[in-house]
């Protein structure tokens, strides 16, 4: 990275020992606005003509090619002006496509331009939706609707609580509630924003699910929050709208705000994997200290309290009501249904934390097209934000305080931690506290361990043993992409309808396995990249956009985690050499995938294109996981401080707390000893209240 990186809050510089520090916002506004030059602006506009040719609808250049790249590049990702500089450059004054396209420059700009075309980049009816049959709302206009939530100022925290909660996600909102509902003070501390529905309703690109590497506008710090990614050996310092930062949404709900909401139970096999298959070469798999059982009532009271809708048995745990019927199946998911009932294969309507109808006050989906990576317009999506939060704020015992970081734990001279160090834009303050609960999310949660070092803990706190930030572990997924002759896409949201769980476990030289579902509905700038991506259509030209246009609503994805092998190399780590803009060392991720998880991957991607196949696709392509020499991460990472019964091998004990800090609990996923073969908040969730109700007493 440039040691003169320029961003939204100012420039990174390295100093005399070598530590990059990211400083404040300049305040010379037109260093952060240099945009393209005349020339340049014509190249790109000549270019985009090119890259999507007018026809019956707009070219890229018509529909806004060139405000959209130089907005990118001055307001964005200030730090891609010189590649897109370069990429113009190949071009010429003439651009010939093909020469452009076997540019590594030249190609990721024309990516770009598709992906702004697509997007509709903010405009209210783009003509790339028109061209494409897509629409966000199929079932008619919806006013969006917020929760009110009242966020505390700074300025009026008290010196005290009884609780200190990091974070507001899944793990840490379902804790506060419990907390404050026990009759304790409780303090959540979110680094994010409360951005309005509206905002997290529209924008295709700047959401936390896009893989366009723009910023989202769930990420309160785009610029000044860098990570080390070490990938293929080599360590780059990435930002989080970055491949390799594991990125999740910073928001008040974290993650549950903008998630796909998916709310599969582990199975009892997913607690007990070493014992059921035993410890590959290489890895650290383990069991759980506990089993299904335990966590069985906890499953169970969150569907109730958060709402679960969907139908159906998975056959690796009991049956079991939930509190809503599944929504009424997708044109896709009725394809799919008879294609595996001619496989022998089971199904399932997919478990939503989604209303299928008024639950709890909230409203029933209206099965709009823009589901993950979106906040839902009519609160109809379960989040902390519109669940647990609310009802934590209405005891009148919880604080809600965000865009304020916690830095570090602070101990006393024997060791015992007695507050949390806050620190926010011009802003440093310590609240005392008698108890805390760590839910950051398992990148952020053991940096703060890490960077709360003291003198009885010198390598961390609670890491004597060099077990923080160990075992990193997300999900590989397995797919596949198929092409049908008809249009089935009905673009009926949530879109993911239908499972099987057939193969979770219980694979002939498979460690685990995992779960296949239709996918979300995409939006048209996800759907150009999957069908690109495939090599189903071309990238450019007038023969990929009429592609784009005859294909998109023939296109249907089969999609699953799987469950991963988890290794002690593959780890979070901090590096002291790279701070971010508050001076605090931030967070290296370094490790691989396992082969066994590679091996899953193509044995469930190789599933997905059978069912596809069988529903009736006549072109179809799987992805592998790319380069193996990078850990896993992302929305789903979890493990780095795994509970256990050993503080030798683990972080905490079974109930959350840090091994030698009877008053530090942890209530996200980084306790998870594995991730199972599906989507982990209910487990979050679940656990969350487990963990929380043991420490309520």
């Known amino acids: 990275m440039p040691s003169a990186l320029l961003g939204k809050n100012g420039p990174a510089s390295t100093n005399s020992r070598g530590v990059i520090e990211w400083g404040p916002a300049s305040s010379d506004e037109g260093d952060r606005t240099v945009g393209l030059s005349e020339r340049q602006r014509l190249v790109l506009e000549r270019l985009a003509e090119l890259a999507i040719p007018a026809d019956d609808f707009p070219s890229a250049a018509e529909a806004g090619a060139v405000g959209f790249i130089e907005r990118v590049v001055t307001e964005d990702r200030p730090d891609w002006l010189v590649r897109v500089e370069r990429a113009l450059e190949v071009a010429g004054d003439e651009p010939d496509l093909d020469v452009v396209m076997a540019d590594l420059d030249g190609a990721w700009l024309v990516r770009m331009i598709a992906q702004g075309f697509y997007a509709g980049d903010g405009q209210v009816r783009p003509p790339a939706w028109t061209m494409v049959g897509w629409q966000a709302d199929m079932a008619g206009a919806w006013e969006p609707v917020q929760t009110d939530l009242r966020v505390t100022p700074r300025s009026e925290l008290a010196d005290r609580y009884d ?22 003070s409780v303090l959540v501390v979110e680094t994010g924003r409360y951005p309005t529905t509206e905002s997290l309703s529209r924008d295709h690109l700047r959401n936390p699910r896009s893989v366009a590497g723009l910023p989202a506008l769930t990420d309160p710090d785009p610029f000044g929050r860098p990570r080390v990614a070490v990938i293929d050996g080599v360590p780059r310092q990435v930002l989080p709208p970055d491949g390799g930062w594991g990125n999740n949404a910073f928001t008040v709900g974290g993650g549950t705000r903008v998630y796909g909401a998916q709310a599969w139970r582990f ?13 590959p070469s290489g890895s650290a798999l ?136 806050l620190v926010a834009e011009d802003w440093r303050r310590t609240v005392q506290c008698d108890e805390v609960v760590i839910a950051a999310g398992a ?129 979070v780590q901090v590096d002291p050499r790279v701070r971010d803009r508050f001076g605090n060392p931030v967070v290296t991720i370094s490790g691989s995938i396992h082969p066994e998880d590679v091996r899953a991957q193509a044995f469930m991607s190789a599933k997905a294109r059978e069912w596809l196949e069988e529903a009736g696709a ?50 996200d996923a980084s306790v998870h000893v594995t991730n199972g073969g599906v989507n982990p908040v209910l487990t979050v969730l679940a656990n969350s209240l487990r963990i929380a109700q043991h420490l309520a007493g």
């Not at 200190?164 to 509902?181: D, P, R």
């Not at 309507?349 to 993950?372: F, K, M, T, W």
């Not at 609160?379 to 015992?397: D, F």
């Not at 193996?628 to 030798?648: E, F, V, W």
């Open 163 to 184: 609780c200190i909660v990091v974070g507001s996600g899944a793990g840490g909102g379902a804790a506060a509630q419990v907390l404050a509902e026990s009759g304790r």
């Open 286 to 421: 383990s069991d759980w200290p506990i089993t299904y059982d335990d966590l069985a009532p906890y499953y169970t009271l969150a569907e109730q309290r958060f709402g679960v809708s969907g139908g159906g048995v998975d056959p690796w745990h009991e049956p079991r009501e939930l509190p809503m019927p599944p929504m009424p199946r997708t044109g896709p998911a009725t394809r799919l249904a008879a294609a595996a009932e001619r496989l022998g294969w089971g199904t399932l309507d997919v478990p939503l934390l989604i209303n299928s109808v008024e639950y709890l006050g909230r409203s029933g989906c209206v099965r709009c097209g823009q589901c993950v990576g979106f906040a839902c317009p009519v609160e109809a999506k379960s989040g902390t934000h519109n669940t647990a939060l609310p009802a934590a704020l209405a005891t009148g015992r919880c604080t809600l305080v965000t865009e304020t970081t916690a830095e570090r734990l602070v101990t006393d001279a024997t060791g015992r931690v007695t507050g949390v160090a």
């Open 267 to 279: 199975v009892p096999r997913d607690f007990a994997m070493a014992s059921t298959y035993g410890v």
């Open 618 to 667: 006549v072109r179809t392509a799987v992805g592998g996981v790319g380069t193996t020499r990078q850990a896993s991460s992302g929305q789903h990472q979890a493990g780095t401080c795994r509970m256990g019964d050993d503080p030798a091998r683990s972080v905490t004990d079974p109930y959350g707390r840090v091994w030698g800090h009877d008053n530090v609990r942890i209530a």
């Open 443 to 571: 990148s952020e949660t053991p940096r703060l361990l890490l960077n709360s070092a003291h003198d009885r803990e010198p390598d961390g706190l609670g890491n004597n043993q060099d077990q923080v930030g160990r075992h990193l572990q997300a999900h590989v997924y397995a797919g596949a992409v198929g092409l049908f002759d008809d249009e089935l896409a009905d673009l009926i949201g949530p879109g993911v309808s239908i499972a099987t769980c057939d193969f979770r476990h219980g694979n002939d030289g498979i460690v685990g396995g995992g779960m296949l579902a239709n996918e979300f509905v995409p939006t048209p700038a996800a759907t150009y990249d999957y069908l690109t991506g495939a090599g189903l259509i071309p990238r450019a030209g007038a023969a990929g956009k009429q592609a784009m246009r005859r294909d998109a609503r023939r296109m249907l994805r089969v999609v699953g985690p799987i469950q991963e092998v988890t290794s002690a190399e593959s780890r």
